[in-house]
């Protein structure tokens, strides 16, 4: 039996495509300590369990909302992660896809709204997109339960053996400080990689784990020393600030392959 997580921004049609997969609530709850909803479901078809997690933009935590989200990926057992999109705010959206593709779990991409993109004028090579991220990415209107089969079938599909984390490259200082990070961590179910570019990112359950098997006085100087680095180099104020950056380049070019917009109408991505 399947365990999939529920991740994507707020409002991008979650909760009806939650509804739309699972038959009933099995489990409503609270998270542990923290007051946000924990909802767990039935996926039709025996296909196993779906959770509910909170919409979040990025896994980077500023908020207890973020913070579950980054603490599920930590600590739960999980299959798969089906990973709903607003397809008419893609730029916006594919920001939290890359940070959970990097973790390298299977990933099932939803593309919700697509009437929306549609009248919008947008024309979305799904693809294109499904190449780039190297995962399955179906066209969906939660709202009137098109493309829902789709989901179904892809989530059934899902092979954990044969799952990639997708690679983007950060640059030779970073990846150098990664790596370097990498060999320090000791060997656990966690993806090594994300783990290193959530730390350099400031995620905080990650640095309270990170705390635990490696010196803080160590974990401090790798991260001030690259952050020096970049800052010299790359004329960007914090690690933060640089990855953003590197990600949004990676976002802007898949798009201009992918998307492509009415004669009649222009209208910004996000
Ligand atoms: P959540 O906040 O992410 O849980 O999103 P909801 O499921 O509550 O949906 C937010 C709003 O978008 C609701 O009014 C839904 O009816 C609507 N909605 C959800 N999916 C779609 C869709 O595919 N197309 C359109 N046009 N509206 C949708
Ligand atoms: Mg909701
Ligand atoms: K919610």
Redesign the pocket.
């Known amino acids: 039996m399947m365990n999939v997580a529920l991740i ?1 921004n ?8 939650f509804n739309a997969l699972t038959g009933f609530y099995e489990y409503v709850g609270n998270w542990s300590g923290v007051t946000v909803e924990k909802k767990v479901g039935k996926l039709k078809d025996e296909l196993g369990q779906l959770i509910d997690l909170p ?1 979040i933009y990025s896994l980077n935590p500023l908020s207890e909302d973020e913070a579950v989200v980054s603490n599920f990926l930590l600590t739960e057992d999980f299959s798969a992660v089906l990973n ?1 999109v607003d397809a008419s705010q893609l730029e916006r959206n594919l920001y939290l896809t890359l940070q959970v593709l990097e973790y390298g779990k299977p990933v099932v991409i939803a593309l ?5 993109a549609k009248g919008r004028g947008l024309k979305i090579d799904t693809e294109k997109l499904s190449l780039y991220m190297k995962t399955p990415v179906i066209p ?5 339960g098109t493309g829902i089969d789709q989901v179904k079938h892809y989530l059934r599909e899902i092979n954990a053996e044969n799952q990639e984390a997708l690679v983007i490259h950060y640059g030779e200082i970073l990846e150098n400080a990664i790596q370097k990070l990498i060999r320090q961590l000791p060997d656990s179910r966690l993806p090594k990689r994300w783990l290193a570019l959530q730390f350099f990112e400031g995620n905080k359950p990650v640095w309270e784990l990170l705390k635990k098997h490696v010196d803080e006085s160590v974990l401090q100087k790798i991260f001030a020393e690259t952050e020096k680095r970049i800052a010299e180099t790359e004329s960007v104020s914090s690690l933060d600030r640089y990855i953003r950056q590197i990600r949004r380049q990676w976002i802007c070019n898949v798009l201009e392959k992918a998307i492509s917009h009415s004669p009649d109408r222009k209208v910004p991505l996000s």
């Open positions: 994507g707020p409002n991008t049609g979650k909760t009806s495509l919409g709903i919700n709204m697509f009437d929306v969906v209107v939660a709202r009137k």
